[in-house]
């Protein structure tokens, strides 16, 4: 009795017995899995990406925000020091240029940065609530 898995039309290696064709559709179905798992994965990995650029993008504007703010205090700061120091050495007043001059100095030792430190622990703690 000849094989079924023999050469039926030329150029076929063999032909599938329904044994064969099970197991291609068990490899069919094993497939399909594998790639639904993957496409499964690749989605969690995309939202896990989502939300991280969410927190940088908050925490950037957050950052952003404050320097903004802590710059431009300073900066209003700083103008009154010198607007008081060019009125003292004006007037001629030691007393007045001694107290410009060294609260100029102290403001140039505090670096807003300073809390930034503070910040990051803040940024760093997943149930830290911040409002900005």
């Given at each position: ?13 063999w ?34 990406r ?33 607007t ?49």
């Amino acid at each position: 009795m000849p094989d079924a898995r023999r050469n039926a039309v030329k150029g076929v290696a063999w032909v599938a017995t329904t044994p064969d064709a099970a197991q291609y559709l068990v490899e069919i179905v094993g497939i399909v899995k594998a790639i639904d798992a993957n496409m499964t994965e690749r989605a969690r990995i995309a939202a896990d990406r989502d939300k991280e650029i969410a927190r940088i993008n908050a925490a950037s504007q957050g950052l952003r925000d404050y320097l903004d703010r802590v710059f431009a205090e300073r900066r209003e700061l700083h103008q009154g020091f010198f607007t008081r120091l060019d009125k003292a050495i004006e007037d001629r007043d030691p007393e007045t240029i001694r107290a410009c001059v060294t609260g100029i100095v102290e403001v140039a030792k505090h670096s807003p940065l300073n809390d930034i430190v503070e910040l990051r622990s803040l940024w760093a703690d997943p149930n830290a609530v911040i409002e900005i």
